[in-house]
């Protein structure tokens, strides 16, 4: 059973365009979205999260989109860079749960 | 500034044998998770500790997998005995408390032959 949901599986895009990597959830009393990346033969590290109560989050080229009704949200990069290359994993969680509930991750590919 | 510690760093078991995976979280922090990563399955979770208690051991990895957590300040889990499905990496990770950053530690990579 997959609770979080990513698609597409991976993603090529040219620099300087915008990724747009989208989640779905199952569980309408999850909480707490984190976006993790993860380099190759690294560990995942938090790059932005959202809850609920906000229907958007922004830091610096990075934004999230969450549609509370339809139970999706999505991560858009702009001005895409080579460096963004990675493998981006939407998860969520429960309030005051810290246990992650990730999604299958999305691989990101950022064509120079 | 120590974050989360794994060691070892890589681990080679022959099938059947017994592996001890060892893990010491951010100081302070009262969550405790251990994760298994692999390209097909992708992050499973195994085990979470709060406080020390546990809180859920992973459905599908209690026959095989025990984590404990004797102290604050360290966590084992042993995989007992090992197959070669097993071969994965293994992710420990910590966060404070619930909905607030989760750090993960380098990993262990196991390859059971």
């Known amino acids: 059973q997959q609770q979080v949901r990513q698609s597409p599986q991976s993603l090529t895009v040219w620099e300087g365009e915008t990724a747009i990597l989208n989640c779905s959830y199952e569980?309408?009393?999850?909480?707490?979205f984190p976006w993790y990346w993860q380099f190759p033969r690294e560990s995942p590290a938090l790059l932005i999260a959202?809850?609920?109560?906000?229907n958007k989050k922004e830091d610096g080229r990075f934004t999230i989109f969450f549609n509370k009704r339809e139970k999706k949200l999505s991560l858009h990069i702009t001005d895409s860079q080579p460096g963004d290359s990675a493998t981006y994993f939407c998860a969520a969680s429960l309030y005051n749960q810290g246990k992650l509930i990730f999604g299958q991750g999305t691989k990101l590919s950022i064509k120079p | 500034d120590a974050g989360v510690t794994q060691t070892p760093r890589h681990e080679v078991a022959e099938k059947g044998q017994t592996i001890i995976l060892k893990c010491e979280p951010v100081s302070g922090h009262n969550d405790l998770f251990w994760y298994r990563q692999t390209k097909i399955q992708g992050l499973e979770l195994l085990s979470y500790f709060r406080s020390k208690s546990l809180m859920e051991d992973g459905g599908a990895f209690k026959d095989r997998f025990k984590a404990e957590m004797l102290n604050s300040s360290f966590s084992t889990l042993k995989i007992q005995p090992t197959e070669p499905k097993d071969s994965a990496v293994y992710l420990c990770?910590?966060?404070?408390?619930?909905?607030?950053?989760?750090?993960f530690g380098k990993g262990t990579r196991l390859t059971v032959v």
């Open positions: 990770a910590s966060s404070f408390q619930g909905n607030t950053e989760v750090f």
């Open positions: 569980d309408s009393t999850f909480d707490y």
């Open positions: 959202i809850r609920p109560v906000s």
